[in-house]
């Protein structure tokens, strides 16, 4: 099985520690025991000794039922702490504050019933968020992702590729209004009614930078002496909504089509050249790549 967690950076630390306290271990020396292969044993040790106790009562069919279960949970356990392993750098540092230990008990009580590779890629992230960044993820996300099937979770993907900063979903989308209405009902999307508006000016003769996410960021140059409204229409998300989609690996393919559709609406309010640039550093200062590519009508 070999190691569950190989000790590099201070956000690897944490992680182990978090996994020895969610798997019953006492975290002991630089390593904290961070060995599956020690946590199996400590965790089939206890089930064994349930068994033996259950089969000597002659109840040989409920041993094995309870065999089963308590290997699958901790595969799935362990599967889900690989994939949130995956989300760690080397040398990168996390939060010094601690992970709530009623957040680390319902995160991995939902984990252990985790058996779709996909889905426990998601919670891998959630897990390696919350590490880095403590109180990211709420218990009511948590809920709320427990619940959702794999064909919400397409829709769900299908949404994001037209998001906005992963706050809103624009309102010119592919989504069909009875997705629209799923997303509502469990909890991502709220009641568009309100006609909320994503609001941007750009004044005359002047450029105007719009971060879309964490990949690219659209110029829009105003060559006109006045200033253009391009405003649009959006679908609010709600905070359980914002923290998920921030989990989603959206279609790159169907985030082109975003792209250019998001374009054609401000190319349509009077905007004269818009230029999406990829962004390399969060860093004010070295904001994104100078060199970009013009989106034009196709």
């Not at 799923?182 to 009614?193: A, F």
């Not at 971060?211 to 960021?217: E, F, G, H, I, S």
């Not at 989990?247 to 998001?262: A, I, S």
Request: proline share 1%.
């Amino acid at each position: 099985m070999g190691a569950l967690v190989d000790i590099n950076t201070d956000g690897l630390a944490k992680l182990a520690g978090i996994v020895c306290h969610a798997l019953g271990a006492t975290a002991k020396g630089e390593r904290k025991m961070a060995d599956a292969r020690a946590y199996a044993a400590e965790i089939e040790a206890k089930t064994r000794n349930k068994i033996a106790l259950i089969e000597a009562q002659g109840q040989e069919e409920l041993a094995n039922f309870i065999a089963s279960k308590e290997a699958r949970k901790l595969r799935n356990t362990i599967a889900v702490i690989d994939k949130a392993q995956s989300h760690f750098s080397n040398g990168e540092k996390v939060s010094d504050e601690p992970v709530d230990e009623g957040w680390i008990n319902r995160f991995f009580g939902i984990a252990e019933d985790i058996s779709d590779e996909e889905l426990r890629d998601i919670w891998g992230r959630v897990l390696a968020g919350e590490i880095k960044k403590p109180k990211s993820y709420s218990l009511r996300t948590l809920e709320t992702l427990r619940n959702i099937t794999n064909e919400e979770a397409a829709i769900i993907v299908k949404a994001a590729s037209y998001s906005i900063n992963n706050i809103c979903v624009y309102k010119d989308s592919s989504l069909s209004l009875n997705e629209r209405l799923l997303l509502q009902e469990i909890g991502l999307m709220l009641d568009d009614g309100l006609g909320l508006q994503y609001e941007w000016e750009v004044n005359g003769n002047s450029n105007f930078s719009i971060v879309l996410d964490d990949d690219y960021v659209f110029v829009l140059h105003n060559e006109h002496e006045y200033t253009i409204n391009c405003n649009t229409e959006v679908y609010k998300l709600s905070t359980a909504g914002e923290e998920i989609f921030n989990l989603v690996l959206v279609n790159q393919e169907e985030r082109e089509v975003f792209y250019r559709t998001l374009a054609n609406h401000f190319r349509a309010k009077g905007i004269t050249h818009i230029f999406k640039h990829k962004i390399i550093s969060t860093d004010p200062e070295v904001r994104y790549l100078k060199i970009g590519e013009e989106i034009l009508d196709k």
